[in-house]
């Protein structure tokens, strides 16, 4: 095209980009980490590379943009950057740590936002649960009170699968993926040590408050027989006689019995059967316990028979190396548009999955406004629990399958270990006075 | 060749095959099962497939030849035999029952031999450990001193890696390989929280007497600062002081600290430390408790930390998911071997792994007799464990590095699960009185 006009177009001056926004993108990291929210990280990392927008990340979520504890992503070379996606854990580092209302933690407040102006952070991704998405409300509503020009996306992230609006939570679809698979190995060998050996395998899935792991767990079989033969959600009461009889007609039937508990499970007055536990041993020490260790024991001591019960609790949400596959493209895409969405001054949103079909199963990002997302907690639907509250439904199941659906192994090294990168997390050099959270 | 013959020769009968070697062969899997015990099955199955060798499978091992409860294989597909070497778990069932001397339990012994000669058992392959080595020999010397004509030959098993004269045993590297993983997943885990969560986390692995699982966690990093900072052996006395402060340094150092703890780690006066528990809980409850349990409880209680723990339990000897493709190898060569010695009428042997290299990793199977393998344990050498007791040597990493080398996932299916295959286990006719074991 250029020989065809009337006299030579310079050279692009490639030290300067007319299409660069200007200010900085800040990303971090909250609450309980995932197989994949590095995924999300790593796609909000290439995608603002694309549009030549610098990214710094907090250290240790919300604390380190606190703190002014910040991670110059440009160091990053493009295969640590590429590398994230399939490393599991927060490589930002995560935290812990909900912020009050705009008036109880003011002083907080404000220090969040000299410390964007002394980095002309003018677009904010958080990347968590729903206190974060709570978080990001708050910051942005700060913002607009201060007129601070900011775009907050709130970017979704847990294993609960607990968002509201969202169809699912990235980092859910291999935590369910993982407790599916397991369940389907420890059956098999629970089903061969049998007839002289274990006849009851309790697993307990992670879910405080909502049952969608134990019931991803209802995917390892489809059989009357197939394990699990009990799963139990924090959606139903639990009542001790009940599960020990179903226990004792499952044995009977299949010869054994593989039970998955929710750590959330209460019995009629709202006890934690968890909190059961928290005696003392022999030794007069705390004794910590669990679900799985107290439901293994009351079937021991009443029905006789010998269990083994496993807790896998970090292994699920760390298990890159059996990752969905569906997931992490699910974990990069809604860290894309996050991307999208801010530049485009989408503020106060969310990126969530909206499936359009189950089988074939097809979905979309879209915004939503934070205020839906925020504080609210999605608990299974009672349609997904079976009528004796026990299994899961078919309609659970066109709902979760899709959502375990391919495998995104990690690259491993001759060593046999997987190749997960490790970033430094140098921060650079602070600008603004200590400040100690 | 044919045509420069004086006179054309028969087509060979296709019905019949001159090779094929009188009798059948008995195959059992014996003792906790693994990830690839069933690669050692096809295996088994295969080479008597190619020498026209019919096999039958007991069901649950020692008691379903007891029993004559006996599984004809040859019904088994190309595809299902195939199918065994990617499947967890005891695909025929496995048992623990140890038999006593020849004198003490000849009832059974003399049984086992009435079904032996019922279905004409030349061969009997009793695929599994310590226990199972001991009972093959004991059938041996049973069948000599009858004069019944059986070749008796043990194929080694076991996640344990207990094994005498064998470098490793099949089983061992996927546990291993599950247990280094996993490992490495956590650690990315509770080092993102550290900073406002978890500092502590307690990994539970698998090992009553003899602490290679607890070691093969050593894998999972190199560094000083990587995980796991601490490991804890049951081939050295637990001292808690000297854990505790342990602990407190690694915290200082590190941020947080990643214990693994084999379960059969025992005090100085020999207790178990797993047996601390065993109290009762607050509703007077018996509450089962375990090493890992334990162990995070006084981190708590002494340290103040807050703690995780795990205890995968079952989930890491049926983790086929993450298999050692070096494991699966030998334990198919141990299965292949073992069928030749049989037919080759090499009595009251095992075949063992002979490690010939390191780097590169080079080893071949041979024959060892029985007696050097039963009722043997080999525990760490010294050598293996680091001066202070938390670690892991050079020689170690040596030793253990080949051993989780390479990937050999199973086949998934379009649902997301692995294609494991599940036998229907039916036996074939008896032909003798019932026997009640």
Redesign the interface.
């Known amino acids: 095209m250029a020989a065809s006009l009337p006299y030579p177009t310079p050279d692009p001056d490639p030290t300067q980009d007319f299409q660069m926004p200007k200010g900085t993108l800040l990303y971090a990291?909250s609450g309980?980490?995932t197989?994949v929210i590095n995924a999300t990280a790593s796609a909000v990392i290439q995608a603002a590379r694309a549009r030549k927008v610098r990214v710094l990340a907090a250290r240790?979520g919300i604390?380190g943009a606190l703190r002014e504890e910040l991670i110059d992503t440009s160091t990053m070379s493009a295969a640590q950057v590429k590398a994230l996606a399939h490393?599991?854990?927060?490589?930002f580092?995560?935290?812990?740590?909900k912020l009050k209302s705009l008036d109880a933690d003011r002083a907080k407040y404000e220090r969040l936002l000299d410390v964007f102006r002394a980095h002309d952070v003018r677009w904010f991704l958080y990347n968590g649960g729903n206190d974060s998405a709570d978080t990001a409300l708050k910051v942005s509503q700060l913002a607009a009170e201060y007129d601070y020009p900011l775009t907050c996306v709130g970017v979704p992230k847990t294993i609960d699968n607990d968002l509201a609006v969202t169809d699912c939570c990235p980092g859910f679809g291999s935590a369910a993926?993982y407790t599916?698979?397991?369940v389907?190995?420890?059956?098999?060998?629970?089903?061969?040590?049998s007839?002289?050996?274990?006849k009851v395998?309790v697993y307990e899935a992670m879910g405080r408050h909502a049952g969608w792991l134990a019931a991803a767990a209802g995917?390892?079989g489809d059989g009357r027989n197939d394990a699990p033969q009990i799963i139990l959600f924090p959606e139903r009461a639990y009542d001790e006689a009940a599960f020990l009889a179903q226990v004792v007609v499952v044995v009977k039937r299949v010869g054994w019995c593989l039970v998955v508990a929710s750590e959330g499970i209460r019995d009629a007055d709202g006890r934690f059967v968890a909190d059961?536990?928290?005696?003392?041993?022999?030794?007069g020490?705390?004794?910590?316990?669990?679900v799985a260790?107290?439901l293994?024991?009351?079937v021991?001591?009443v029905l006789g028979h010998k269990?083994?019960?496993?807790?896998?609790?970090?292994?699920q949400?760390?298990?890159?190396?059996?990752a969905?596959k569906?997931d992490l493209e699910q974990a990069m895409a809604v860290g894309r548009k996050a991307v999208e969405f801010a530049l485009a001054g989408k503020n106060s949103v969310m990126p969530v999955i909206v499936r359009t079909s189950d089988s074939p199963y097809r979905w979309s990002v879209e915004a939503a406004p934070l205020t839906k997302v925020a504080n609210h907690e999605k608990t299974m639907p009672a349609g997904f629990i079976r009528k004796d509250g026990f299994g899961i439904t078919a309609a659970a199941r066109r709902y979760l399958?899709p959502l375990?659906?391919?495998?995104a192994?990690p690259p491993?090294g001759?060593?046999?270990?997987?190749d997960?990168v490790?970033l430094d997390q140098a921060t650079i050099r602070r600008t603004l006075p200590r400040w100690d959270a």
Chains 1, 2 share one sequence.
């Open positions: 990291q309980g980490v197989a240790n604390l490393t599991p854990g927060g490589a580092g995560s935290c812990r740590l993926k599916a698979v397991s389907r190995e420890a059956a098999l060998d629970v089903a061969a040590m007839e002289t050996s274990t395998f995917l390892a059961a536990g928290g005696g003392k041993d022999s030794f020490h705390t004794q910590l316990g669990g260790a107290h293994a024991g009351r021991k001591d269990v083994h019960w496993t807790l896998p609790d970090y292994l949400r760390s298990a890159r190396h059996i969905s569906t399958q375990i659906a391919g495998e192994y491993f001759r060593n046999g270990l997987p997960y490790v």
